[in-house]
């Protein structure tokens, strides 16, 4: 019995996502947020509430964005007063095709994953996905 190839296999987001994720508060000043940026080597995450529940997201770019309609930067803004309210998310057993479709519709470089209470789980970023196809470019050439 020969058996069918059906194409390469369904990779799921939390095949490439990336488990360790910095979470900020509503609450937190920019100062110490933009301080964990800088330790962390990262450059935006989630927002969560006070149980936990992903209620926006903030980024370097987002920072940018407000303090170039706003003026000066001022660090001691909270979060919440700078934060996008909306998040973009996905399920950890979520196709990487789909999470691609979604990231490149909306031109965005990262989306938090969740589990189905809204609790962040993950993030993948657009690094991410280029250790994935570096991997699959590794894997062609010594197959090739």
Do not use: N
Not at 64 to 88: I, P
Request: with cysteine.
């Amino acid at each position: 019995m020969s058996s069918i190839s059906k194409g390469p296999p369904l990779i799921l987001v939390q095949d490439i996502m990336t488990k360790s994720y910095y979470c900020m508060r509503w609450e937190q000043r920019l100062a110490e947020i933009l301080q964990e940026f800088d330790k962390r080597a990262i450059s935006g995450g989630p927002v969560v509430d006070a149980d936990g529940i992903v209620i926006g997201h903030l980024s370097r770019t987002g920072i940018s964005r407000h303090f170039a309609k706003h003026g000066q930067v001022d660090q001691a803004l909270t979060v919440g007063e700078v934060m996008e309210t909306f998040a973009f998310q996905v399920y950890a057993d979520d196709s990487v095709k789909s999470l691609l479709e979604t990231m490149l519709a909306s031109r965005i470089h990262r989306m938090i994953v969740t589990d189905e209470d809204g609790r962040p789980t993950g993030i993948v970023t657009s690094m991410d996905l280029m250790g994935l196809l570096y991997d699959r470019l590794q894997a062609e050439a010594s197959d090739g």
